[in-house]
């Protein structure tokens, strides 16, 4: 297939209509949040907050930025291991999230943020809104290097609105617990992500082979994508939980799993190698199971020991993932998987959503303490209707709920972008930047077919 | 022209000359603020302050910290999109940054923290130095691959005092508010480069033409910096504010504005190539210009509409500028701006400041509260002199001044940097690494003129 | 010599063996501080503690994160300079950090936060975590290229249980100030590193001398490492400093020593070029010397002027290092140091560890304030025992302890790995990446000895 690949007026026309549509929704909706609010100092007054440390700025900022940094150095990077896709790794992954990132501002807002009329919005919100973008860079990475940056617009639209929902079902209507997002964010993009690509399922897609593979440099790049995700985990899955002990307690549980997700790595990667050498990709990915592992439990009283033991299990099974259920998704469900968010996002999400369950069902004021406990799952102490099995219970409910959502809504986007006229490339010219890119003249030589099908189509 | 480039003696005695120098003029001068001072245990109890975190450093120092990385990771990786300078990007910036902190801490501290004839610093004075050194970061772009890392030096030495000499008329004469620098810094910084740059024109620059441009490797190299500072953007705007509400919103406005200056840089980027690709020029630097520009106002109740409207417009004039302007510059005025920060700092640095000029001009009680008011722009509730609209003359005022400032410094310092004795490289030599580096030998072959010019002058 | 460095069944055995320990041993005796556990909310009422914010982690969580960053992307990238070595540079840093931080987590636990028979960790934990597994980073420097990744866990396994030792010893027993780790890490770490690889010496070696360099990429990628950890550094040395004054000073004093380090570094390395070129290994790591010699002193009175001063001369002195001791060592002492940590770490520590007891022999109750003093050594007031001088004995002390626990401990270990049975690769493969890594087919063709030496052994 030839599609014509000159973005010249589709992209630019998508961007700006939709950054139109934003700065009205903006001069509409969205308003400062009474820290952020130059209000603050009578406000202070009224509610007798003595210190400006008081301020929720000071309790997330940090974590804030660690979020940020994940989100497009993390993911950014960690797909520039592909050897001719790094502008488009890096490049298209900071355009979806900073559209992302508004879009999701404004939808959370109406769900959780919505005052007389207006969102207002304060460090929490960004932290939101970025999170909320970690479930489409998810789920670019089963799609990556497969589409066009329209396609990429136009699914983070609606996979944002989507997320949106879907958070809004778990946390309000479930009451359920969720603070890293192994449902919400890592299950919900995994499953949303491999349901678009089986759809945009590319039988030639082999004509591109050659090119789906890394080089030298472009693994080592890919490696400051995976050591910031990994070293800013525990900010991911502290970042919205409550003040003290909770956001805390999250990041050494995020801490330890992730350690101990790091030695399993290594062993099945050499042990699954006839040389017993190790795999880059899954160094670059499997180790990063344990942060997701434990997205829903971190806050809780999981225990150390308890993380450690999810991230020994994930680092297994994540490599195990990439060793032989990609291959297996490929062959015989057509889910082209590039990245293989299924190991690193699908699998140890629903894992995720399973520890925080159980966890959530063995919760007792014991471990916790009784006001411990009713400060840990948000219940009024007096309310004797909340029990730790009922909450355990909403929270197995949350994985199905978000599986559904990704699936119905994976289907219907998968189908929109299948439509011939988002400037997709040809099968022959997937995984290569300068489709979409000026590459400078060392590169060009390399590039084998044809840039502009329209005028000169391809032959398979 | 064949200068001699060999430092030997020049670069380390100007090094060690100005670090002897530093040392004598930190141990006359500085001291460390009562925050830092062992005595504050003490001053603690005489002032009231229960506990510790009311420490200045718990409040600033995470931003320092995102500062840092800006201007040390985020100017230095920016700066090795081109292919054969990425020692020199990273390692001078870096030199030149390493002095400028000193120097400023010096400058600055006269100007701001001197009290009983010493200076005393605290993690807001190494904000603020980094800051200045920002504007030098931002000039050097202008003259990156052209001069020695002795003409760096000079030029940071010259550049720093006046900068501290801009700021205290702005921020202490004028009573200007410019916490993420729109005027101080960026204005200032840009437009000094330019004029040194104009000053140290180069006719025959075309003879290094083959080098001023990117590889692949390099470009996602400078990809780094762009992320870092893109994402720490935030930090740097509210690094100095007030506590509380103001460094929350100027977090959040430069959030705002960042994001949809992304979707305007691809837009054009797009639009103006014929074939609709994208050009990595454009993302790397365009996506940043919203950053500069909500400099002066994003403590300001600017609301995030505003600062999406702000970044709307400054993706699209950036872009435009590095189509248009830059080769404009070069050919009509000789202004030979290798990084087009005139795109990046020039343009936007001005729009920051009128921005931040109506923004001020329209500031009320009723958006601000009549306390808040008061708090934002620092003046005696009781004080019936203070008014909007002076104010706001009074920050379009530091723009002009800011300007006036960096044509004359800019025109003195060129003329210095022009005098040639700094071991300045050939016109053939520009944009080489191997001129003031050993470099590896899959290099070395690359090099194809005299490196030592004194022994074996080269012919144009 | 030729070993077998096909690890399919030892490696993976030993991480697996490893972990499970972890596992076990979390198990037992790895709970939650009371700041870390849920039980908090009560606690918090016991102790008359108001704030969500007085819980620890608001004071240390932002330089802890700095700290990971150091320890995972810093040292990491640091050694990425070789040219075929990256993959292991990073990876194998990963590896080992992973490792080490658990097992440093219950050795240091159970030195410092056991109680009633648990390890109650919180952040402050996960920072001397981190600080541990630093100094087996350092070793490793020295051994870089030469051993395999079995070889560097079992030195991580004896090393982390070393220094736990010998910093109980130091702080406890001694009662040594050393918050940065001039003594316990730095010295220690090179120490330990140098003797290992004085047992290891490899006569043969040159046999791999033509990969024990960099290539262009390869340097800037190590220049990624070099600034997070300089730009972080001011982190290390505060991070477990005391509240308040302290870690506002120690981050001050970092941030002088650092930036003065950088001139001399750039002024040498200049000087000892014969065409006054810069040298890439000088500005990687003689630029960090200024952090590791004030890593005792930064948290007391040193003054900004001592901070520029020790500065000053790590920079003079770490260059003459890498120039003219690190060839002298290799060549009479048979000591094969890969990064130079003799440089880096070695001398600066022990000139930090001077440069400690000096300024601990010098501290007064007029720089100081009576409980100024008092606070900064950690002494009663009431105490007419503790005397400066006493204080600076027992600093110097530490240096001695140190060195004798990195050399007595290091030929211990060093023996260990001496055994062939670890899958060290043969001389002719050092610094070699295919010998334990899948690389790409770009680099394959590159690799010219035998890859598997059990079944084609290679002639020397």
Redesign the interface.
Known sequence: MAWNT???????????L???A??VL??VF???SP????????Y?KTRNVS?????????R???F??V??MI??GF??LM?FL?RY??SS??FN??LA??G??WA?LMQGWFHSFEDGYIL???EN?INADFCVGSVCVAFGAILGKVS?IQLLIMTLFQVTLFSVNEFILLNLLAVKDAGGSMTIHTFGAYFGLTVTRILYRPNLYQSKERE?????S???A??GT??L???W??FNSAVSS???????A??NT??S???????T???S??L????????VH?QNA?LAGGVAVGTAAEM?L???GS??VG?FCGIICTLGYVYLTPFLESHLWIQDTCGIHNLHGIPGIIGGIVGAVTAACANSY???????A??FDFDVSNHEWSSSTQGGFQAAGIFVSLAMALVGGTIVGLILKLPIWGQPADENCFEDAI????????KDIVVHA??PTLKPSEP
């Not at 593979?213 to 440099?217: D, G, T």
């Open positions: 000159n973005l010249r007026w589709r992209l630019p026309l998508t961007c700006l939709l950054q139109v934003l700065v903006f001069g969205v308003r400062y820290d952020a609010d130059a209000h603050w100092i009578e202070k210190s400006d440390l008081d301020n929720e700025f000071y309790y900022y940090p974590s930025q660690d940020h940094v497009f150095v950014g990077f520039t050897q790094g502008y890096v490049g900071f355009l900073a559209f990132i508004q501002l919005i304060g460090v960004l940056p593979s890394a080089v030298y440099q693994d080592i790049f490696m400051i050591l910031f990994w070293m800013y525990p900010s003040h003290g002990d909770a956001q805390h307690r990041a050494i801490y330890c992730l350690a101990a997700c790091v030695l399993t290594v062993a099945l050499s042990a190698n006839k040389k017993g050498k190790l795999d880059m160094i180790t009283m225990m150390p020991y450690v033991i020994f471990t916790y303490g009784q006001q411990g406990l400060h840990a979409y890119w000026e590459v400078p003249e060392d590169q840039e502009d």
